[in-house]
């Protein structure tokens, strides 16, 4: 009884979304609305923003995919270090392990301003670098990488390595042959999930991204709704924007679950 009350309350937003991207308020002295897809029409136009939605779900993959090449291996990394430490009985492992925690604690905005402060302290020059929104995104995704791929590390069967150590094979071997292989899912989820948290971010990204050539899909949203409302097709036009990114962040998690281990309820 209680799992269809929240399927509604889950659902309800996104349907709400894709709705009003579809009603275009008609002008007169009596409220009403038409079907249409006008909204979808200007949005991907461009008409009411600096960039098209396409031109913005470009821009927000392009993000993805760089925050993927660098989180995943910096997430790897990071996990295999706590994973050792543990099993050496180190007392820093803990430590560690909360600490990668640390930039889900701080939220989006304070992240992008703290990059900001320092891109400024450094050289103003990296302020205008395409690549620099993509940073709070690494940083953002890099301890969802750890969480999915950490409780993975910790259930593969260390006879297996000690086996490879004893038949001599190399580090690189054991990497390529061992443990990537066992770790097939976690990786291939953990990697989806990092797009999925860079294509989603707005807080960082609304701070750093000041040109209009290298909006993301959420900053696009915010700059048409930050358009006067006495145009009809404003509205529709940022729920368009919103859907788009909707529908690609629900694929992204549909294809996770297809690679998700079975008993991995609780993961992300």
């Known amino acids: 009884m209680v ?34 897809l006008d909204g979808w029409q200007s949005a991907i136009s461009g ?21 993927l090449v660098i989180a995943l291996p910096l997430g790897w ?29 701080i939220s989006g905005v304070m992240l992008g301003l703290g990059i ?22 690494i940083m953002l995704a890099t301890p969802f990488v750890v969480r ?6 910790r259930r593969q069967d260390p006879a297996l390595i000690e086996t490879a150590q004893v038949l001599a094979l190399s580090r690189w071997h054991i990497l390529t042959k061992i443990r990537i292989p ?10 989806i999930i990092a797009i999925a948290m860079s ?32 145009d009809p097709l404003v509205k529709p036009t940022a729920m368009a924007a919103a859907s788009l990114l909707m529908f690609t962040t629900l694929v992204l998690f549909l294809l996770a679950e297809r690679f998700r281990a079975d008993g991995d309820g609780g993961m992300f």
């Open 47 to 67: 008409d009411y923003a600096y960039l098209s939605i396409i031109d913005g779900l470009l821009n927000s993959l392009g993000y993805a995919a760089l925050t």
């Open 182 to 191: 066992l770790l097939r899912g976690p990786l291939i989820v953990a990697g």
């Open 116 to 137: 900001l402060l320092g891109i400024i302290r450094i050289s103003p020059v990296f302020f205008t670098m395409w690549w620099m929104p993509a940073v709070p995104h």
């Open 77 to 105: 990394s990071l996990s295999s270090g706590i994973h050792l430490l543990e099993k050496r009985g180190s007392h820093w492992a803990k430590p560690l392990d909360i600490l990668t925690m640390l930039p889900l604690a």
């Open 148 to 153: 999915l791929l950490l409780p993975a590390m």
């Open 199 to 230: 294509m989603g971010e707005f807080g960082a990204s609304w701070i750093l991204v000041r040109t209009g050539a290298w909006d993301t899909l959420p900053v696009l949203v915010d700059q048409l709704m930050a358009r006067p409302g006495f």
């Open 3 to 36: 799992l269809i009350p929240a399927l509604i309350f889950c659902l309800s937003p996104l349907i709400a979304v894709i709705r009003a991207s579809l009603r275009v308020a008609e002008r007169g002295t009596v409220i009403s609305h038409r079907w249409t």
